[in-house]
């Protein structure tokens, strides 16, 4: 390994030895910075255009550029959340090959609620990143860009110069995938610098579904902010038939404003270092997962479920009114499954296979048992059935 590599791995080992203070401070500073961008934004688009050319510092030019770009509510994405059907379909094949995975990295200011915004950290632009699909024995190179590629115009307006990106903590990203046998997953290969794209390849040897996250330094704080996904490797003979498959997963978020306080919301370090999430969501956000973005399946249709942890606090994971038929327990789906089981642990940085066929229609909830963190933080989505209704099955009782 070069000098620089091996600074870089020292750099990721010492990284969580850095003070939280002194963070919290500059990410307090950072989310006043933006608050007052922000407002400037929305005072300068109330201008006449000659209340407009008759200001002409050079703070104002950057500001009228970045409001020529932005939309009117100051968000970087109409929606951080990723749909829980957006996964690749089962592979259909009986030979391994070569698969490549492109993935860039991005740093978005998206709603966690109504009312509440965050800069969050993400692989292709949603929380979770990409569901990646390979099989066992393929070769699998994975790109990692540091930048939306479409994105170049937006970069360029951006308030971020490569000098705030390191003072903000992100200088690097990078991936480390747990199904990879290597060291550090592939991201000792992968740290990749403002602009920079970079490759590794590895061989997936063993079936299972896994997460992985970024892994640059401070790499918990990366994760918090929602650098994480899911990577699925499918036995030879791949799996059984299913109807449906959804891809869901649980994040831990530390905002520095209580749960439900509106307005931009700075990351908190010292409450991820306390353990002490403000919010619990599927998929990104409050709500991602619910209403005409819930989990839908028709009577008698067997649904398998992908859910993993990305960030940092174990999930008892369940399904109100509903029981999983085979479980497969943290990510090994080439075991034999779990019968008729009503709740699971899932680990930080593990995940879970889940298959039950739709017997009775209505609502249910996916939440975190942990009642509190459905209820009051956030980690809460529906899974509608449709269909006619079983009597026989469930049903009142006349009086
Ligand atoms: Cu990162």
């Known amino acids: ?29 950072m989310a006043e910075k933006y608050n007052a961008v922000q407002a400037d934004k929305t005072r300068h688009k109330s201008m006449t255009v000659e209340q407009m050319a008759q200001h002409i510092d050079g703070d104002m030019q950057h500001t009228l550029s970045m409001s020529v770009d932005s939309d009117a509510h100051q968000l970087d994405t109409d929606e951080i959340g990723r749909n829980a059907d957006d996964l690749p379909p089962p592979i259909n094949r009986s030979q391994a090959q070569r698969v490549t995975v492109d993935l860039y990295t991005d740093e978005l200011v998206a709603e966690m609620m109504p009312g509440v915004t965050y800069q969050y950290w993400a692989y292709n632009g949603k929380v979770p990143g990409p569901f990646i699909r390979v099989r066992t024995g393929d070769s699998v190179q994975i790109n990692l860009r540091h930048g939306n590629p479409a994105g170049a115009e937006k970069q360029a307006h951006s308030e971020h110069s490569a000098a705030q990106h390191a003072a903000a903590g992100h200088s690097a990203h990078s991936i480390d995938l747990h199904a990879v046998v290597g060291p550090g997953g592939g991201a000792p290969l992968m740290q990749v610098a403002q602009g920079e794209a970079k490759s590794f390849r590895f061989k997936a040897m063993r079936p299972g579904i896994y997460v ?188």
């Open 1 to 29: 390994m070069n000098k620089t590599g091996s600074l870089l791995l020292l750099s990721i080992a010492l990284g969580g030895a850095t003070s939280g203070c002194s963070d919290e401070a500059k990410y307090k500073a």
């Open 212 to 399: 992985y996250h970024c892994a640059s330094p401070h790499v918990p704080s990366h994760i918090a902010n929602g650098m994480y996904g899911m990577i699925l490797v499918e036995p030879p003979e791949g799996l059984s038939q299913v109807d449906r498959e959804f891809y869901v997963m649980q994040g831990d978020f530390y905002t520095s404003g209580k749960y439900g306080e509106k307005g931009f919301q700075a990351f908190s370090k010292d409450k991820l270092l306390a353990e002490h999430p403000e919010y619990f969501l599927f998929n990104g956000r409050v709500g991602s997962l619910s209403g005409e973005r819930a989990l839908k399946a028709k009577v008698g249709e067997k649904i398998r479920l992908f859910v993993g942890v990305g960030s940092h606090i174990t999930s008892n994971f369940h399904i109100i009114g509903a029981v999983f038929d085979k479980l497969y327990k943290d990510g090994a789906i080439a075991n034999p499954p779990l019968n008729n089981v009503q709740t699971t642990t899932i680990a930080a940085g593990s995940a879970v296979m889940i298959e039950f066929t739709a017997e009775v229609p209505g609502k249910y909830l996916l939440v975190d048992h942990n009642l509190t963190r459905a209820i009051d933080k956030g980690a809460l989505a529906e899974l509608i059935i449709e269909g006619p209704e079983q009597p026989e099955l469930y049903g009142p009782v006349a009086n």
